[in-house]
């Protein structure tokens, strides 16, 4: 049976197919835009029609972008596997170590509910606890769905800025960790786990067939999951566009505010939980009320990077301390992210 | 009978793979019994570090994310 599977001829005929149509419809997205709000019998010069304009440009263009970039990442799933991730990383020193466990929680598929399992099963392979972290930072805060959307709403400057400012902060946090030597912090059934067991479950050989269901898989679960919260932020951003005034947040989170107001902005952000597609809406809102594009996106990275869930769940693994650690270096690597951020732009 | 662990602690796609496990074994008229391990030292003594993780009379046999309904449908086969 399995033989069958893997023999299985990939549909490449209707893979170039969806590719064609997907950049017909994107290059048709300011037309189909103007022919929606000519239904409407508006035009972009009045308030309502400017406003559902980028509603319906917006929100076509940022599902086609998403859904491109969240397929290519399933099929990229299919190659790296958390097993190999981890085979690469054990036994890698300080440095080298940061920088490719970084790198890797890029690509590699991470659920934040396997973070702990995940977490343990490095460290039993012999990966060093502060390239553990490294990877732990980077999986969920610089993923493809946060990259997709700050890509199709804010260009890719933004989305640029924030893949390698979120780097940063994974390899240079995981640094500072590994650096403090707190192993003795884990929990001692941690250290106690043996290096050698893991799952011998036959890793299935397979092929391109397979690995495009896996894209389309991806794109049903995620996309299917993120669109509601898409809509509403591209809603919100359309209200903004064509009526609120564009400095009303700009005198508490705009350039000009308060020392407090980034801070202030972290520490609002760290024990909240939000995936990045539910804080869009939110950067949406702030970014088109005048607020400055570094506080925006430290706090969005704060949200992400951290909650309160995740360190009560870190918790039956590390002690107080060691996530005290973890909170303080990531908040603080996020909060010279946003000082840096603002002061060049 | 086969005895089915789902590995997980608790999110969505573990109950989603709980749920389909059930219904393929059901719809293929096999007999299972089907249990949830949600404690995470019992998951890691299996090797799975990431979950949802089936183990099928002992052997891990999949592991990272709800296995497809042919996967789930070859181990009733």
């Known amino acids: 049976m399995s033989a069958a599977v893997t023999s299985r001829s990939a549909p490449w005929g209707l893979l170039l197919l969806a590719v064609a149509a997907w950049i017909g419809a994107y290059a048709s997205l300011v037309p189909f835009a103007d022919f929606v709000i000519g239904l409407f019998g508006l035009t972009r010069t009045t308030h309502l029609g400017e406003a559902l304009h980028f509603f319906f440009y917006d929100t076509p263009k940022v599902l086609l972008l998403l859904t491109a970039v969240v397929f290519a990442m399933g099929v990229v799933h299919t190659f790296v596997t958390p097993e190999r991730t981890r085979a690469l990383l054990a036994g890698r020193r300080l440095g080298v170590g940061n920088v490719l466990a970084a790198l890797l929680g890029i690509v590699t598929p991470f659920c934040s509910c396997s973070a702990v399992p995940l977490f343990i099963g490095f460290l039993s392979a012999g990966v060093p606890l ?49 650096r403090l030597g707190m192993e ?15 799952a011998d479950y036959a890793a299935e ?82 970014l088109g009320k005048g607020a400055a594009l570094g506080t925006v996106l430290a706090f969005m990275m704060s949200v992400i990077a951290l909650s309160l869930p995740e360190m009560i769940i870190l918790r039956k693994v590390l002690r107080i301390p060691l996530i005290a650690t973890f909170a303080g270096v990531v908040a603080a690597g996020i909060l010279v992210v946003g000082i840096v951020f603002n002061a060049v732009l | 009978m086969k005895t089915i662990k789902i590995l997980g602690t608790g999110c969505a796609n573990c109950r989603n793979t709980y749920q389909l496990v059930e219904e393929v074994a ?30 099928i009379d002992g052997k891990v046999v999949h592991a990272g994310g709800v296995p497809a309904r042919a996967k789930v449908e070859g181990w009733f086969a």
């Open chain 1, 130 to 178: 502060g390239v553990t972290f490294s990877f732990l930072i980077s999986a969920p805060m610089v993923n493809e769905v946060a990259l997709a959307l700050l890509f199709g709403l804010f260009g890719w400057q933004v989305a640029a800025l924030y893949l390698g400012l979120g780097l940063a902060v994974a390899i240079v946090a995981g640094l500072v960790i590994g």
């Open chain 1, 184 to 198: 003795r912090y884990l929990e001692d059934w941690v250290r106690q786990m043996q290096a050698s067991q893991s």
């Open chain 1, 205 to 286: 050989r397979i092929g391109w067939a397979a690995r495009i269901e896996a894209g389309v898989g991806h794109v049903k679960q995620i996309v299917g999951k993120v669109w509601p919260y898409i809509l509403a932020g591209i809603a919100v951003g359309a209200g903004i566009h064509g009526y609120v005034p564009q400095d009303f947040m700009a005198s508490i989170m705009g350039k000009d505010a308060p020392w407090w107001s980034l801070p202030a902005a972290v520490a609002i952000g760290v024990p909240m939980y939000a995936n990045a597609a539910g804080i869009i809406p939110v950067v949406e809102a702030l």
């Open chain 2, 26 to 55: 059901r719809a293929k008229g096999v007999e299972i019994a089907l249990e949830k391990i949600e404690d995470l030292q019992q998951i890691m003594a299996h090797g799975v570090m990431s979950t949802p993780g089936v183990v």
